[in-house]
């Protein structure tokens, strides 16, 4: 079936259009959550009277066409309330990240001009208390939870809603969404510029609504898919592809519970599609691998020759056609091996979506070996998001696909992959100039280096930027970091990595001198730099360090481990430029076998968040 409404141009046009098609089915739902243990589920017609009764309280409150109401929640059904209500009024929502410390979240509050936030709990609510004051745009807070005790100016979600409803009770026709336009901002999502402040993305409802038609004639969906979701709401990925584009096709959403309880979620909720990052994949084969490992010899052979038949299977369907007697060794691993562990997935899965990072080859090759299809995507939050991903019919590992419908690709004569179409955002909100450097001549430029093959899938090949992406899709300024760490007497240099990887390190020249002064002065056997910065309590100082500038930053931008360098990095050596900036790709290279061990073992300074 695809779309059920086609034509919508705005999304309160696509909420109320879904919410009118399955009015009164109670047997269809657009959301499930977990409940004592047991996925309950949403009715259209109870999320839809929720919407309206919300919204009615927000415009009630003061909230008009083109204000900004922010949102600071973790993925919950009263994230997508808050935003269909807010959206619905022709108000913009500002999604922040739930993790994000109370100092960004007064920057983006303070930034946006927000009237007011809708927050999930009381450690959400208690960030958002602490900075209030110095907020004078914010009015009013409502809260998803139940309040311990009652605070002015912060409202229950429950008495928000019974407040609309009775509004909606005496005047029926409260709210409208007749002064909304297409070009009016859906939203501001702020994501990590390379000087450190987060910049506000502004989508627009026609940026958004073009890019889930534009996915949606390449995902199909329907009212038979269902899907798990874990990505978070405030990312433009699972916004627009996990959220809007299922709700759209009539799919059902499952909420996990967290993303440790991912597994046993899949098996419960039996998705038909998932949209993931790659650092899922990794922990889902070596999960698979672990169990193999525990079966008898005989198991182990079997999976071993299954997957060696899925790898020549797929690599001579890439050629052409496989063989007749592949085929047929092919399909009674099917049903030996893939279907056993296409069950972990609950039995029903089509393909996962896979965007936010490099996915590795191969991972892709993997798990397409034994019968899982990945479909590896791009876009950046700036696209709404998604630019590129790879066909069903057609998956070429190590690329990102051809464009998706109304996309136009090119690459510029530096390398530089350009974008034009309607899901390019508005602006930059409040910077004209950052705006005009990424748009002009008619083009976005995404600041990443890429090359189309003969068939016009795109490869990545390398990042213009600075910025570093980690496995798990976060996009993260290192400059900030390394600016905090080198604030420290005993750092003379310092380099944050992790592109691609699932979380932060820094390799950190120390200031000799003021070590070898603490050495001393602590009696200390050292005699060479190797000894120096090996011992136990020379290490501690760079570990209290960390934990100290931790604090001032967002979970995903919080340095775990360390290398203390013997060398600094000089225009000498070749790590630095002439105008002595980091040559960070060379100090990389050099140092791979270093930081790879970082990696290697997962006890970090402090367990992730």
């Known amino acids: 079936m695809g779309l059920i409404y086609p034509d919508f141009q705005t999304l309160p046009e696509l909420f109320t259009s879904v919410f009118r098609h399955y009015k009164k089915q109670q047997k269809k739902f657009p959301l499930a959550r977990k409940v004592n243990g047991t996925y309950e589920t949403i009715s259209y017609d109870s999320l839809s009277e929720d919407v309206s009764a919300l919204a009615a309280f927000l415009k009630h409150k003061g909230i008009e066409r083109k204000d900004r109401v922010a949102i600071l929640s973790e993925n919950r059904p009263g994230w997508y309330l808050a935003d269909m209500a807010i959206l619905s009024i022709g108000a913009a929502d500002v999604p922040l990240y739930p993790s994000l410390p109370p100092v960004q979240i007064e920057y983006i509050l303070k930034d946006s001009g927000s009237k007011a936030i809708i927050v999930s709990n009381m450690l959400q609510l208690g960030k958002v208390l602490s900075i ?55 939203t501001i999502i702020y994501t990590s510029g390379t000087t450190g402040l987060p910049k506000g993305v502004m989508l627009t409802h026609r940026n958004i609504c073009e890019n889930v ?50 597994s046993l979620n899949i098996a419960e909720a039996r998705p038909t599609i998932i949209f993931t990052v790659p650092r899922l994949f990794d922990r889902i084969k070596a999960n698979i691998l672990k169990q193999i490992e525990n079966q008898s010899p005989v198991k182990q052979k079997i999976f071993k020759w299954a997957y060696d038949a ?17 085929a047929v060794q092919h399909s009674l691993a099917n049903k030996l091996v893939y279907s056993k562990i296409q069950e972990k997935f609950g039995g029903h899965l089509r393909y996962f979506v896979s965007g936010g990072a490099a996915l590795p080859i191969k991972v892709g090759e993997f798990f397409q070996a034994l019968g899982i299809v990945i479909l590896e995507g791009y876009g950046l939050t700036e696209t709404s998001p998604v630019t590129n991903v790879n066909r069903p019919e057609k998956v070429k590992f190590g690329t990102v696909g051809p464009v998706v419908d109304n996309v136009e690709v090119t690459i510029d004569t530096d390398g530089e992959i350009l ?23 008619g083009w976005f430029h995404t600041g990443d280096i890429g090359e189309l093959d003969e068939d016009g899938y795109l490869k990545i090949t390398d990042r213009k930027k600075h910025i570093i992406v980690t496995s798990g899709g976060k996009n993260i300024a290192p400059l900030p970091i390394e600016q905090l760490i080198a604030e420290n007497n005993y750092v003379e240099q310092v380099m944050v990595a992790g592109e691609k990887k699932p979380f932060l390190v820094a ?103």
């Open 213 to 262: 038609k534009s996915c949606s004639s390449i995902i199909r969906l329907d009212e038979s898919d269902r899907s798990l979701s874990f990505l978070p709401l405030s990312h433009s990925y699972e916004r627009t592809g996990g959220y809007y584009l299922l709700f759209a096709c009539g799919a059902q959403i499952y909420l996990a519970e967290s993303i440790e309880t991912v």
């Open 132 to 186: 209030w004051q110095n907020l004078p745009d914010l009015e009013f807070i409502i809260v998803m939870n139940r309040l311990d005790e009652k605070v002015d100016s912060v409202t229950e979600l429950s008495e928000a809603k019974k407040t609309g409803l009775a509004l909606l009770d005496s005047t029926p026709d409260y709210i409208s969404y007749t002064m909304l336009k297409p070009d009016d901002i859906a």
């Open 507 to 609: 390799l950190i020249v120390p200031n000799f001198s003021e070590l070898e002064s603490f050495a001393e002065e602590r009696q200390l056997n050292w005699t060479t730099k190797s000894d120096l910065v090996e011992l136990k309590q020379v290490r501690q100082i760079y570990e209290s360090l960390l934990r100290n500038i931790s604090r001032q930053l967002a979970a995903h931008e919080k340095v775990r481990k360390f290398l203390l360098m013997q060398d600094p990095f000089t225009i000498e050596n070749g790590y630095m430029t002439p105008t002595l900036k980091l040559k960070r790709k060379s100090i990389s290279m050099a140092f791979q076998k270093e930081i790879d061990s970082l990696y290697s073992t997962m006890n970090t300074l402090y367990n992730s968040d």
């Open 310 to 326: 899925g790898t020549a299977y797929h690599k001579q369907d890439r050629a052409g056609k496989p063989g007749v007697l592949l």
């Open 419 to 441: 974008f034009k179409g309607p899901n390019i955002m508005k602006g930059y909100w409040n910077d004209e100039e950052a705006t005009k450097e990424v748009i002009y001549d």
